[in-house]
Nanobody
Framework: QVQLVESGGGSVQPGGSLRLSCAAS????????MGWYRQAPGKQRELVVH???????NYADSVKGRFTISRDNAKNTVALQMNSLKPEDTAVYYC????????????????WGQGTQVTVPS
């Protein structure tokens, strides 16, 4: 099994910054995508950003220029630096990873963290 453990989050005033971190551990041979989704109250979970093992990124339009993802492949970690936070960024943020357990495995398995709350009061 694979575990994703998140840290960071909290409450910050508009315009402030927060940093989220996520570490993957367990039966991991390799990780393809890592990234972050978020879910606000009453809304569907949405992609914030993901990053490939090669460093290619895909940001939601709503966070471009404000959020920055980084990844350490050797440590199986991913971080999200969030700047210029807005009230609409308030949500539970979930880390996820696409994992293979062994070399040559054709299927990628997706895992999620437990979620961490980010609150930006209006």
């Amino acid at each position: 099994q694979v575990q994703l453990v998140e840290s960071g989050g909290g409450s910050v005033q508009p315009g402030g910054s927060l940093r989220l971190s996520c570490a993957a551990s367990g039966s991991i041979f390799s990780i393809n995508l890592m990234g972050w989704y978020r879910q606000a109250p009453g809304k569907q979970r949405e992609l914030v950003v993901h990053i490939t093992s090669g460093g290619s990124t895909n940001y939601a339009d709503s966070v471009k220029g404000r959020f920055t993802i980084s990844r350490d492949n050797a440590k199986n970690t991913v971080a999200l630096q969030m700047n210029s936070l807005k009230p609409e960024d308030t949500a539970v943020y979930y880390c996820y990873a696409q994992v293979r357990y062994y070399s040559g495995q054709s299927t990628w398995f997706q895992y999620w963290g437990q979620g961490t709350q980010v609150t930006v009061p209006s």
